[in-house]
């Protein structure tokens, strides 16, 4: 951990206890579908795209909040695969904010140490918005503190295609070769996919109360705790991470053993 719990938690709501969290046990990697913009929009007669732009804030406070309890990964679902089927105005203004926010919050998150990756097919972005990414990468990808991935443009099937796809190239050239097909390994399936290197996440989040993957992390989240919250995700802020961090905590996780 690198802040202490009253830094991080210096108003915590009635009845939520900062200090019943267990610094030693901290999950290494967070992922969160970070759902319910629209909603947030609509209940306050909004344009959609604000509720986007007010979910900047709850972003903002996510990523310090897990950088200051020593998270060492955090996924953010910023943009599926399946969400280009929204309105062209909800997309193109959803990509420049992307873009902006990724510009205008690098240097802060340089500062905190934190190194910024994407997940997903980048190369069907607007260019503004893949070069904002890509700087923020070179930037930052020597830092040592938590790994921020966003996930955009990304869908698991996608991703799992894409890994299978490459398997089955390698299996042909093995065959040529030496006659034998090589059998499937968890690691060679795990090496092909955009997470490689990062450790599957002990929790998935998910707020506005849906109780669904929505195309996220479908192979990585094989054993991952699921925690869904009602909060709408403008609405969410360190609070609710605590409060999803015990909920973790308190879950007895046994991997199919007794
Ligand atoms: C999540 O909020 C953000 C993205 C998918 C980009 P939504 O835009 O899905 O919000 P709702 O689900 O319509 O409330
Ligand atoms: C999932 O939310 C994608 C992101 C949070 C980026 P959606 O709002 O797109 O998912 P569905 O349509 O409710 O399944
Ligand atoms: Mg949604």
Known sequence: MNKSLEYIFPNPPEGLDPKALRVDYIPEHVAVIMD?????????ALNRLRGHKAGIEAVRETIRCASDLGVKYLTLYSF??????????????????????????VDALHAEGVRVRTIGDLSILP?????????????????EGMT??????????????HVVDSM??????RAAETGEVPAATEEMFEQGLYTAGMPDPELLIR???????????????????LVVTDV???????????????????????????
């Open 36 to 44: 319910g913009n629209g909603r947030w929009a609509k209940k306050r």
């Open 232 to 258: 709408l995700w403008p609405d969410f802020d360190r609070y609710h991470f605590l409060s999803a961090l015990l909920e973790y905590q308190a879950r007895d996780r046994r991997f199919g053993a007794v």
């Open 207 to 225: 707020t506005s109360g849906e109780m669904r993957i929505s195309n996220f992390l479908l192979w990585q989240i094989a054993y991952s705790e």
């Open 168 to 173: 089955m190239r390698l299996a042909a050239e």
């Open 148 to 161: 921020l991935a966003v996930a955009i443009n990304y869908g698991s099937r996608q991703e799992i295609l």
């Open 80 to 105: 599926s695969t399946e969400n280009w089927k929204r309105p062209e105005e909800e997309v193109v203004g959803l990509m420049d904010l992307f873009a902006k926010t990724m510009l205008a919050e």
């Open 127 to 143: 260019e503004e918005t893949r070069a904002a990414f890509d700087e923020a990468w070179e930037k930052t990808c020597n830092n």
